[in-house]
């Protein structure tokens, strides 16, 4: 080989190796930007993972509080639910409840009219009994006067006061047994009995005198009544 030949080839290896050289930089240089920017993407990546990972949580808290939600709301429901069905039912209850209202106001309007009629009846039968005892006080007032007439007379009072000396001298003669008598005054008849003891044990003016008990036996009383003899 020629010696010309010979350093051309070397000269083209030169040229060769400066091109590797240089595109052995260049890929260096590459390899470096695209380490640089696979680690910042790598960095990126990992922040987004991260801010995915905060959003998952916050989503899981906020879907675990809707579901808390969730069963407040259903648990409320059921209780309003229920609640309707009571509504409804004290509805029925009140609707049955002004109907025997409504019945029992129509039946109060017929005894009202009954009342009113009896009430009628017997201001008819008081204003008679009053005009009667009006005619029966004026024929009162008449005998009045004539027994104040007769008691003003001299000889009438001769023989009364002569009936009386009599009565004293009698009751002087006899023991009149107490039987009958009131049992707290023990002068005046008893003519009034006493509910629900059934005594009759008390005169017109102690039955007013009393408390709440029967002075005979003790036991509580309802009421008094007179007993009238036929």
């Not at 009954?114 to 008449?142: C, P, S, T, W």
């Not at 044990?201 to 509580?220: E, F, M, Q, R, V």
């Amino acid at each position: 080989m020629k010696e010309s030949d010979l350093n051309f080839c070397i000269l083209k290896l030169s040229e060769l190796k400066l091109k590797y050289e240089n595109n052995v930089n260049i890929l260096r240089e590459d390899m470096r930007t695209l380490k640089d920017m696979f680690q910042k993407k790598t960095k990126n990546i990992s922040a987004l993972i991260r801010k995915n990972n905060s959003i998952y949580t916050s989503l899981n808290l906020q879907t675990i509080r809707l579901l808390k939600k969730l069963r407040k709301t259903e648990e409320n429901y059921n209780k309003c639910k229920q609640l309707q069905i009571q509504s409804n039912d004290q509805i029925m209850i009140l609707e049955n409840t002004v109907d025997n209202l409504e019945d029992e106001l129509a039946y109060t309007q017929i005894d009202k009219d009954e009342l009113q009629e009896k009430y009628d009846n017997f201001k008819n039968r008081f204003d008679f009994v009053q005009e009667a005892r009006v005619h029966e006080m004026i024929d009162g007032q008449q005998n009045l006067e004539e027994i104040k007439n007769t008691l003003s007379d001299k000889v009438f009072n001769d023989s009364l006061r002569s009936v009386q000396d009599t009565i004293i001298s009698m009751q002087n003669l006899l023991s009149l047994s107490e039987e009958g008598n009131c049992v707290v005054c023990k002068n005046r008849r008893a003519n009034h009995i006493i509910i629900p003891c059934g005594h009759q044990c008390l005169c017109h003016n102690c039955s007013y005198a009393i408390g709440d008990t029967c002075p005979y036996c003790k036991s509580l009383l309802t009421s008094i009544n007179k007993v009238y003899m036929v």
